[in-house]
Structures are given as C-alpha cells and as structure tokens.
C-alpha cells in the first residue's frame, strides 16, 4: 500500500472484519475521499460463518461495486466459489488473477456464464501494473489461438 501511496485501515488482529469495513467507509467520508477499497481475506464458499462475515460486511458498508477477485488456475472451483459468493452477497464482477499462467482460461468463460456477470479484469503478472481490462478476443485467442502469451499493449 505504500509503495501506491494507499491509507490502510485497520484494527487489532481478531477484530470484527466488518467494523474495519465500517470505519475505512466513515474515514473516508471524512477525509472527502470517494473510493475505498475493501480487501478480506480469503474464505471458503463452504464455511457458513464467513460468508455471514461477507454479508455483514456489504450491509455495513453499502459498497457501490462488489467484486469476485479469483484464481484462474482454479478452474471448476472459481466458477463454484464465484456462484455462491454471488448468491450470498450480489457481487458486480469478476477479477480473474493468474490469468497469464492459464493457458486456457476456461474459469472466465465457465463463471460468466454462470453467474451471468462480467469478468471485468485479468491479472496477467506479479506487478502492480500487471493487470488488463478482460477482452473476450483475447481470451478467446488464448482458447483456440496459438499464441499462449499475454497479448502485447498496442
């Protein structure tokens, strides 16, 4: 975060996720600040109890956008995670990770259809700028083309 100049909000370890939630949203209210972002930590779309943490979370800070952020490389398991994160909380779109490590990409086709809603982004690499808005041409190249590499910026 500081290498970005981003203020972190946070509090002791073992608070209540959603109250840190709360106070990055009424920080930012005062500091005039119109974007806050609320990173958890990862969590099983099979542990009840974290995804009522996920809930509360959204009910608390009454985000605009909610987005899915998964791995690529998970395949099958994203598309169920991103289903059942969607019929908890109502998320917006998708950011896929790994996506420059997957070769077929098939996660982006399988949790758009879905959950029928967008993948918005793909991380294609390990820097900050290593990140690309989804384009389905390439995606779809990266399925039935023959270039298995990250699509050079025009």
């Given at each position: 975060a500081d290498n970005v100049g981003v203020k972190?909000?946070?509090?002791?370890?073992?608070?209540?996720?959603?109250?840190?939630?709360?106070?990055?949203?009424?920080?930012?209210?005062?500091?005039?600040?119109?974007?806050?972002?609320?990173?958890?930590?990862?969590?099983?779309?099979?542990?009840?109890?974290?995804?009522?943490?996920m809930k509360k979370i959204k009910r608390v800070s009454n985000p605009d956008l909610v987005i899915f952020v998964g791995d690529a490389l998970t395949g099958n398991d994203a598309t169920?995670?991103?289903?059942?994160?969607?019929?908890?909380i109502d998320i917006d779109g998708v950011i896929l990770t790994k996506a420059d490590a997957d070769s077929k990409g098939g996660a982006s086709l399988s949790i758009g259809y879905v959950i029928k809603k967008p993948i918005m982004f793909l991380g294609v690499g390990q820097g900050y700028d290593d990140i690309m808005?989804?384009?389905?041409?390439?995606?779809?190249?990266?399925?039935?083309?023959e270039d298995d590499g990250v699509a050079a910026e025009e």
């Open positions: 972190i909000i946070k509090h002791q370890k073992g608070s209540d996720p959603a109250a840190v939630a709360f106070d990055a949203v009424e920080h930012a209210k005062a500091q005039g600040k119109e974007l806050v972002l609320i990173d958890t930590a990862g969590r099983m779309q099979t542990n009840t109890n974290l995804m009522d943490e169920q995670q991103a289903a059942k994160f969607n019929e908890a808005e989804y384009d389905a041409d390439w995606m779809l190249n990266q399925l039935f083309g």
